[in-house]
């Protein structure tokens, strides 16, 4: 899979958009953007995912850039709740149940919501 | 519905000893994830099942970690001579593998088991 870069750390004020993004310059034609987020003391959660166009669900938006090689998660009114590790996973369409399946975490981007 | 559960939620164990930890993955998930996480750093990948056998063990660090999934549901990871180092949160996942490809499985995650080796 493909290498994501994140930010460290990013803040925001509750109730306010957050955009996060994520550099993927090396991406191949057949990987998938994943976005997962984990909350303190949980487990990753999946948050969405994309391929080429902007998709939207009930937990965020995820904007990718026309030549693919980033993308942002959007969080459309942060609240305190949203304060969690934000990771950015590539993963390839093509590998199907093989020993690939696994996701690549990296360091992600550690979201802070002030009051 | 339920999701993947793991047991114990934390363990400490002095050095030397022997642990298993237990996953319950989400009824009907034929694909099974152990990770494990340190302080500070993403989930990293250990053993993946698909059914009952290790499709991938590559993650695993030596001899002293096992992984079982004998009926093709509820996995057990083992720790044999525990060191210090194996502390962590290990975390559990399952995912149906789409017939689309691993492109757009999701994984659902446990809560993690944390290790404390003394």
């Known amino acids: 899979d493909a290498k994501t870069t994140q930010p460290n750390s990013m803040e925001s004020n509750e109730e306010e958009p957050v955009h996060l993004p994520c550099n993927h310059s090396?991406?191949?034609?057949?990987?998938?953007i994943h976005w997962y987020r984990q909350l303190p003391s949980q487990g990753p959660e999946y948050v969405i995912h994309?391929?080429?166009s902007n998709v939207n669900n009930r937990m965020a938006s995820l904007a990718i850039a026309e030549d693919r090689k980033s993308s942002t998660l959007i969080l459309h009114r942060a609240t305190l709740r949203d304060a969690a590790v934000y990771y950015c996973?590539?993963?390839?369409?093509?590998?199907?149940?093989?020993?690939?399946?696994?996701?690549?975490f990296g360091k992600g981007t550690k979201l802070s919501v002030k009051p | 519905g339920a999701g993947v559960s793991q047991t114990p939620s934390n363990k400490v164990t002095e050095k030397g000893k022997y642990v298993e930890l237990r996953c319950d993955p989400i009824?009907?998930?034929?694909?099974l994830y152990w990770y494990r996480q340190s302080l500070g750093q993403g989930p990293e990948f250990l053993i993946y099942?698909?059914?009952?056998?290790?499709?991938?063990d590559s993650g695993l660090p030596n001899d002293r970690f096992f992984a079982v999934r004998p009926e093709g549901s509820v996995s057990t990871l083992k720790i044999q001579r525990t060191e210090r180092g194996d502390s962590a949160v290990y975390l559990c996942?399952?995912?149906?593998?789409?017939?689309?490809?691993?492109?757009?499985?999701?994984?659902?995650f446990g809560p993690g088991t944390r290790l404390t080796v003394l």
């Open positions: 996973i590539l993963r390839d369409v093509l590998i199907y149940g093989g020993s690939q399946g696994n996701l690549i």
């Open positions: 994309g391929l080429t």
């Open positions: 099942f698909q059914g009952t056998g290790a499709a991938d």
């Open positions: 009824s009907g998930h034929t694909a």
């Open positions: 996942a399952s995912s149906i593998t789409g017939t689309s490809g691993v492109g757009t499985d999701t994984q659902y």
């Open positions: 090396t991406i191949s034609g057949t990987d998938y």
